[in-house]
């Protein structure tokens, strides 16, 4: 078999469903290239972008922002389930720019109030809102 099936699903239902020869992802331990054929695995997620070549167009590259979650592969089928997933075209880039200013502005709220805790949160959100602007900026 020459391609997978790549599935981003999240608690609001699916939000990619393609045939691909190759995406790309990263987990928490660094990047890796999936290919048709892989190994059978399951790896933890970091927010990333997520890069799929469609089967349909080899100069088609599909762009995902996949905010951590967890990935299986079996039998050329890749699933991840994420709690939040948005396509390139999908991204509201202004709303985007917005959570960024938000989350920098949290951010240093927190650290001067040494709220370790919402700085954790605040640099995830900020982590969020770069990712977003990245993948709906390509």
């Known amino acids: 078999m020459g391609y997978m ?6 608690p609001d239902g699916i939000k990619y469903d393609h045939h ?24 933890p997620l970091a927010v990333h ?13 599909d762009w995902v922002a996949i905010n951590g979650g967890i990935m299986e592969v079996k039998d050329n089928v890749v699933t991840i389930v994420a709690d939040s997933a948005e396509r390139e075209r999908d991204i509201d880039v202004s709303r985007a720019e917005r959570a960024k200013l938000r989350a920098e502005r949290d951010l ?20 969020r809102a770069l990712n977003r602007i990245s993948v709906g900026t390509k």
């Not at 099936?5 to 999240?10: D, G, L, M, S």
């Open 5 to 10: 099936t790549v599935q981003v699903v999240t």
């Open 20 to 43: 691909a020869n190759l995406i790309s992802v990263r987990t928490i331990d660094g990047e890796m290239g999936i290919l048709p054929n892989h190994v059978n695995l399951m790896a």
């Open 49 to 61: 972008e997520m890069k799929i070549r469609r089967i349909d167009d080899d100069k088609h590259v």
């Open 108 to 127: 240093a709220d927190a650290e001067n109030a040494h709220d370790i805790d919402e700085v954790r949160r605040a640099r995830i959100a900020l982590q």
